[in-house]
């Protein structure tokens, strides 16, 4: 029997969740019979199931021209009129409001009924535009989607012109970063060009705006009315903005986080700290350890609830600012932190058109990942140190955020980050974690469990998201961060075209680490810390990252691999296993008295630092038996809601700007 002859037996037998479940299987399948479908979609809908999976069947049936009237009818019934009388009182307040608003020169607004594009409501948060003429429905849209789509900003030599902005989100945007012309004495409206007269009043229905109108910082110019742009403010309209005293940038004007992710360690954020910092539109500090950043901000808070001028280490304007500030967030102390910084303004144009960004690289000693299998035998990914950071009210308390992440080839940052531990055990003086236990964890393990480049696109701090190679960064620079800037909203400025870190050009982010744009960083190949078996379980259970980021095989062989496989390399790791046993040798036993029988015992006399290691190295060798039984199930996990997480997009580059051929 096939799914719909099912179905309909269900429906007779009256078992209405075996029919759903049928029925609903027969939309998903595809193709087939469009009555069928027909079929399927009026029984979900009339008989409570997933209202949006019917809704999508009579849009597509709608469109391939099957049972026109029967769909339109039924879609504007069941989901059109019972929301008409909202998206008329929104439109006709949108009109009102316009109707009063200088910098709109067109006032002829059609009339409700006339409106060319319907808006179909699809759920709380977004519609199916419907267009009258062509008769077609398009795509779902989201007017408060939180993302930004395009460069605004690439040109702040001119006041901001953009067209066919039909997004809440990116028109509140615009307002809240775009400064007034009175506070930056020279005309500086967000000009809105809108090419098409009826579609500009058709979105009327959907969009909210009294936030653009009540500061009058936009115009909106129509069709032809482009050719007005700029308009002299002092000729048209008897404004001279430039009699009017410059405001300096405050703390509550800063709305834009960019957030530079630390994928793992020893990707290369120092690099990308460094190209951006001293740029123009951000207020910009070097990777700062989270915890550190919190202690700041209570040491802050405190010093400005209490008034302690002495405590507060910030120039007095940044200071006066909180002080005169009430309902104080977290978030306000945050860019107090980085306005009070000299070397987080350093480069900062102070009369932009538009306020800064902060750039924030919130920076931990180690990210770690566990892995949970749900009843469903479904693998949860799990970062503790993820966690606190999305409960972080100072990034939170952001409306608008960027998000970035560089990558580095998974076999190049494990070699660096095994030389680094190693490094950190042999001296532990001066380390963050100074007088604690200074050893060298399983890294390898940590490495392929830490897939944070796959990513909830739901969760706010990823829905704009964007991954980029530091191959490419260091290969191809102009191309990349053109591109980068373009994503996060910059302008590529030129203090992106050479490194620096307050006012030094070309740092040593770590002793012995290259400086500037040299590619020797690509090219390191760290055999002293990694063995060849070690890379080729890297890339085998990296093997969907490599292939998805563009990156070729070089150790892993495209070969099937087995159990036997798998185990065959858990016997080859002598590189990680003897840095791991090593830094307990010789961390773990100084100044240490271990009794044996209530007698002290010489180590020198008793291989008990041997067995103890032993116990530790087995420790090691059942954790990642462990690891690789959730591996081998598949590249395949899942959030805290049970939904499949998504790769983070990835930077594209524009072919003609490249200098090399792309890394692979």
Not at 94 to 123: G, I, M, T
Request: aromatic fraction near 14%.
């Amino acid at each position: 029997m096939t799914a719909i002859e099912i179905a309909r037996r269900l429906a007779e037998l009256e078992n209405t969740a075996g029919a759903l479940r049928a029925y609903r299987l027969v939309l998903q399948e595809g193709g087939g019979d469009p009555a069928g479908k027909l079929e399927a979609a009026a029984y979900l809908l009339q008989n409570g199931g997933d209202y949006r999976t019917a809704y999508t069947a009579f849009v597509e049936l709608y469109n391939s021209g099957f049972a026109k009237e029967d769909c339109l009818e039924l879609l504007t019934q069941v989901f059109y009129q019972p929301n008409v009388k909202l998206l008329k009182t929104r439109y006709e307040k949108n009109c009102r409001r316009l109707a009063k608003y200088p910098y709109l020169f067109r006032k002829d607004f059609l009339a409700f009924e006339e409106l060319p594009v319907r808006f179909y409501p699809f759920d709380d948060n977004g519609y199916v535009p419907f267009c009258r003429e062509k008769e077609h429905f398009g795509d779902y849209v989201k007017p408060r989607t939180e993302i930004i789509s395009r460069n605004f900003f690439h040109d702040l030599e001119n006041p901001i012109l953009a067209k066919d902005v039909f997004s809440q989100y990116e028109l509140e945007y615009l307002n809240d970063n775009v400064r007034k012309s009175e506070w930056v004495a020279r005309e500086n409206h967000i000009y809105l060009h809108y090419s098409n007269w009826g579609e500009f009043c058709s979105w009327l229905q959907v969009l909210n705006l009294r936030p653009l109108t009540e500061e009058k910082k936009v115009v909106f110019l129509i069709e032809d009315e482009l050719a007005l742009y700029p308009i002299d403010f002092k000729e048209r309209f008897g404004i001279d903005y430039s009699q009017y005293p410059f405001k300096p940038i405050g703390i509550r004007e800063i709305n834009r986080l960019i957030w530079h992710t630390q994928l793992s360690s020893h990707n290369g954020g120092d690099f990308f700290n460094e190209v951006f910092d001293a740029h123009p539109n951000l207020i910009c500090l070097p990777s700062l350890i989270l915890d550190g950043v919190e202690a700041g901000i209570a040491d802050l808070r405190e010093s400005i609830e209490n008034w302690e001028p002495s405590l507060v280490e910030l120039r007095t304007a940044v200071a006066e600012e909180l002080l005169n500030m009430t309902d104080r967030t977290d978030k306000d102390y945050l860019i107090g932190l980085f306005m009070g910084s000299g070397i987080g303004t350093t480069g900062l144009d102070h009369r932009s058109r538009i306020a800064p960004a902060v750039f924030f690289q919130p920076h931990f000693h180690n990210i770690v990942y566990d892995m949970k299998v749900n009843n469903k035998d479904q693998v949860e990914l799990y970062s503790p140190q993820y966690e606190h950071l999305c409960a972080s009210q100072m990034v939170q308390g952001f409306k608008y955020i960027k998000t970035f992440t560089p990558m580095r080839r998974f076999t190049t940052s494990h070699g660096a980050t095994v030389k680094y531990m190693y490094q950190a055990a042999q001296d532990r003086e001066g380390h963050p974690e100074e007088g604690k236990l200074v050893v060298v964890n399983d890294a390898l393990m940590q490495r392929v469990m830490n897939r944070s480049f796959m990513v909830d696109w739901q969760d706010r701090l990823y829905m704009d998201s964007v991954l980029v190679r530091f191959e490419d960064a260091k290969l191809n620079p102009k191309a990349t961060f053109t591109a980068l800037a373009a994503f996060l909203d910059l302008p590529y400025a030129e203090s992106m075209t050479y490194c620096s870190l307050n006012g030094e050009i070309d740092p040593e982010s770590l002793e012995g680490n290259v400086r500037g744009f040299d590619t020797e960083a690509v090219y390191r190949a760290y055999d002293e810390y990694v063995n060849d078996a070690e890379r080729y379980f890297i890339e085998y259970f990296l093997r969907d990252a490599y292939e998805y980021y563009g990156y070729g095989f070089k150790w892993y062989d495209g070969a099937p691999v087995d159990e036997g496989k798998i185990r065959d390399l858990l016997g080859k790791f002598e590189r990680m296993d003897y840095y791991i046993r090593k830094s307990w040798e010789m961390n773990t036993f100084e100044n240490v008295k271990i009794t044996r029988d209530g007698e002290v015992v010489d180590l020198g006399d008793v291989d008990i630092a041997k067995e103890i290691c032993d116990g530790r190295m087995e420790g090691v060798r059942e954790n990642r038996e462990h690891v690789v039984s959730y591996l081998l199930r598949g590249l395949n996990f899942i959030n805290k809601k049970g939904q499949p997480l998504h790769m983070m997009p990835k930077l594209e580059l524009d072919p003609a700007l490249l200098e090399r051929p792309l890394y692979h």
